[in-house]
């Protein structure tokens, strides 16, 4: 066998796995739920093909309503997760020592040795009458009966916040470490103030890092559902509630299909006109030349 034919098979055989996952675990699942989404049940295992399920959808202001703020919510988490992001993932790699990243990046993945089920009943523990900042506030004098500081949209933020802002340090910590310090340098000889160099040389170059942790975060954020029941309670209104309802309590596939290929559409949406935005494309996000 030829070496040529040799790598073609190489390549091939490597490729195989991840076009398998791709194909059976991402697009045919999703290929499956745009088909379920246009079924239309006219009687007992009859059905009909249309857009009868998307016009139901936005016949209720309460649905359409709960999509808008679960993306105004998730755009939300973005920027708060990239405000506390940034300034982290810039000590790791442009002033912690070499050493000392290893048990910074360890910090960092902390969280994530236990699921999100334990972190959001760890908030819960903290945050409800019984739990310890009520208890401190009392001992303290500052109030005087427990305080309930669960099932509000603050308290879904900060779970989200917490949960996904590793997400946005990973991509900013990879893109800012290949910056040349000699750039910055550069910036402070030129008489450039620390906001200057900041604005003119950090942020453009880390716009790539930047969007890709933006886009991560947000459809991790869009997508999310225990920290939001758990944290927000029946008042969190929150999309993917609304697709479980669907799904599970009302049996009702043909609608839960709908709201799932509207919520991928719609975040796509987001994702693309915040790429428009930036003026960042999706492969630019991956590596910087």
Do not use: H
């Not at 509630?241 to 799904?247: G, P």
């Amino acid at each position: 066998m030829a070496r040529t034919d040799i790598g073609k098979l190489s390549l091939i055989l490597l490729f195989a796995p991840f076009a398998l996952w791709i194909a059976l675990l991402i697009i045919l699942p999703q290929l499956g739920i745009g088909y379920i989404s246009l079924r239309e049940k006219v009687g007992p295992g009859e059905y009909t093909f249309g857009f009868a399920n998307y016009i139901a959808f936005l016949s209720e202001p309460i649905y359409w309503n709960t999509l808008l703020r679960t993306a105004w919510m998730s755009i939300l988490v973005t920027a708060m997760a990239l405000a506390v992001g940034f300034p982290v993932a810039y000590y790791i790699a442009k002033i912690a020592r070499r050493r000392a990243r290893a048990a910074l990046f360890l910090m960092c993945l902390i969280p994530l040795w236990v699921s999100d089920l334990v972190r959001a009943f760890g908030w819960i523990v903290i945050l409800r009458e019984t739990g310890l900042v009520s208890t401190f506030l009392q001992k303290i004098g500052l109030v005087g009966g427990p305080v309930e500081l669960l099932y509000n949209d603050a308290t879904v933020v900060m779970g989200l916040v917490y949960t996904v802002v590793l997400f946005m340090i990973v991509p900013l910590v990879s893109t800012l470490d290949g910056m040349d310090n000699s750039l910055i340098e550069a910036g402070y000889n030129l008489g450039g103030s620390r906001f200057t160099v900041f604005r003119r040389i950090v942020v453009p170059y880390a716009m790539p890092g930047i969007v890709a942790g933006c886009i991560i975060v947000f459809m991790l954020t869009a997508g999310s559902y225990l920290t939001p029941i758990l944290l927000g309670g029946k008042n969190s209104m929150w999309f993917t509630e609304q697709i479980y309802e669907q799904f599970v309590t009302r049996y009702n596939w043909e609608s839960g299909a709908t709201f799932g290929v509207l919520l991928l559409v719609f975040t796509s949406f987001v994702v693309w006109l915040g790429l428009r935005l930036t003026g960042q494309s999706l492969a630019s996000t991956v590596a910087k030349d």
